[in-house]
C-alpha cells in the first residue's frame, strides 16, 4: 500500500483522529440482490422406525380417509410410515390399500397371517401396484366432464383390474381361514369404531 492510500491523522479541537484512505473506507452502496447461498438442512433424514404396536396381524381402527372408523388388519409395514392393510373385503368391504401409520389406532387384537401366500403380499408392496392410468384419467375427465354439462352421459363407475380382484381373493382366503378359528373375531371385524357422548379416547383401552 502506498503512503497517499495510508490513513491521515487529522487534528480536530484538542485531539486527533486518523481517518482511513477512501479505497479502504465500506461501501455505502450495495446489491439489490443477495447471492443465492445454499440451504443448511435442519433436520438430519433419519430412517423410519414404526410404533412397537404396529406389527403385521396386529387389527387396526382407521381415523381418516374413506373408510374412517373401520376396523382393518395390517398386513406389513412400508416405507415412510406406509401401512399395507385390508378388511379383508368379504367381511367389511375394505380392500387392499395403503393408510398412513398417524391416522390409525393399534388394538390388541391380531390375526395370524401364517396362511397367507407370502409372494401376493411382495407384490402388492411394491409402490408401481396402486399407481393410476394418468392417460386414462386424463382423458376421460375432459370427455366426461363436457358430456355431464349437455346432459348426455353418467358418471362411470372404476372397475377394478382382474390382477387386483385376484390378489385379493388370494388374501382374503388366507385371512378368512384364521379370522374363523377366532370366536367373534369376524364380527369384531364387521363393527364400526365411533365415539358417544361421554366417551374419553384417552382412558379407552383398545
Known sequence: MSSEQKSQTKKF???????????QQASRYY???DNAQPKKARKTLRPYKP???????????LLAGR???????????????VLLVTGPFKINGVPLRRVNARYVIATKT?????GLDSATIDKVSKPE????????????????FFKQG???????????????????KKVDEGLLKAIKGEKMLSEYLKSQFSLRKGDKPHEMVF
Open 110 to 114: 391380531s390375526v395370524d397371517l401364517k
Open 13 to 23: 479541537q484538542k485531539g486527533e483522529r486518523s481517518i482511513p484512505h477512501p479505497s
Open 51 to 61: 410404533r412397537s404396536t404396529l406389527q403385521p396381524g396386529a387389527v387396526l381402527i
Open 150 to 168: 349437455q346432459g348426455e352421459g353418467k358418471q362411470e363407475k372404476k372397475e377394478v383390474s382382474g390382477d387386483r380382484a385376484g390378489d385379493q
Open 31 to 33: 446489491p439489490a440482490d
Open 67 to 81: 373408510f374412517r372408523g373401520k376396523r382393518v388388519v395390517l398386513l406389513k409395514v412400508l416405507d415412510q410410515g
Open 129 to 144: 401396484y396402486f399407481s393410476r392410468d394418468k392417460k386414462a384419467d386424463k382423458k376421460g375427465s375432459e370427455e366426461a
